[in-house]
């Protein structure tokens, strides 16, 4: 069964960083591609950054040079640290699996960040 | 940047009639690269169809998308009660590398 477990969200004051992290299990994590996905507080969906198995990354460009995606294959573990966060980056983040025709297959249950003073 | 829309923003319907949401890209959706998802309140996102027209594991059959190009569907043939929730469509291509629409919410009439 594929299991994604969220953490490392919590509040932060603007200008703060905060890393967040996704155990992974159930599927062979180093052949997958990854994202994290963002949901504001009664908004839609955003597509924050994008990982592949041999560590190709992409970003949004709302959060281009402030976010930055990695993984440890040996640790079947994904990463997003995230700094000069601003009152707009609160959000659920969801760590998520990349499946087929770049759909995403699998969803963690997100970790709610939240940027405040 | 492809955009895409979802139409309509709301739809108020019964338990038994067919839902039709739309979705549509702002340019081509390179390879039918189109998937749709069902979330409801408290939850995760859930995966229902994938390049275009492909159920994902485990979605029962009333659920069916189609389209190409710049134009697709999700069509729930009979609106079972766990069907009233929001839908999102979302492309997978170029920059950026993924889109979501703005979502569809289905709600009883």
């Known amino acids: 069964e594929v299991q994604l477990v969220e953490s490392g969200g919590g509040l932060v004051q603007p200008g703060g960083s905060l890393r967040l992290s996704c155990a992974a299990s159930g599927f062979t994590f180093s052949s997958c591609s990854m994202d994290w996905v963002r949901q504001a507080p009664g908004k839609g969906l955003e597509w924050v950054s994008y990982i592949s198995g041999s560590s190709t990354i992409y970003y949004a460009d709302s959060v281009k040079g402030r976010f930055s995606i990695s993984r440890d294959n040996a640790k079947n573990s994904l990463h997003l640290q995230m700094n000069s966060l601003r009152a707009e980056d609160t959000a659920v983040y969801y760590c998520?699996?990349?499946?087929?025709?770049?759909?995403?297959?699998?969803w963690g249950q997100g970790t709610l960040v939240t940027v405040s003073s | 940047e492809i955009v895409l829309t979802q139409s309509p923003g709301t739809l108020s319907l019964s338990p038994g009639e067919r839902a039709t949401l739309s979705c549509r890209a702002s340019q081509s959706v390179s390879s039918n690269y189109l998937a749709w998802y069902q979330q409801k309140p408290g939850q995760a996102p859930r995966l229902l169809i994938y390049?275009?027209?492909n159920r994902a594991t485990g979605i029962p059959d009333r659920f069916s998308g189609s389209g190409s190009g710049t134009d697709f569907t999700l069509t729930i043939r009979r609106l079972e009660p766990e069907d009233f929730a929001v839908y999102y469509c979302q492309q997978y291509g170029s920059s950026p590398r993924l889109t979501f629409g703005g979502g569809t919410k289905v709600e009883i009439k």
């Open positions: 390049g275009a027209s």
């Open positions: 998520v699996k990349m499946g087929s025709s770049g759909s995403l297959d699998f």
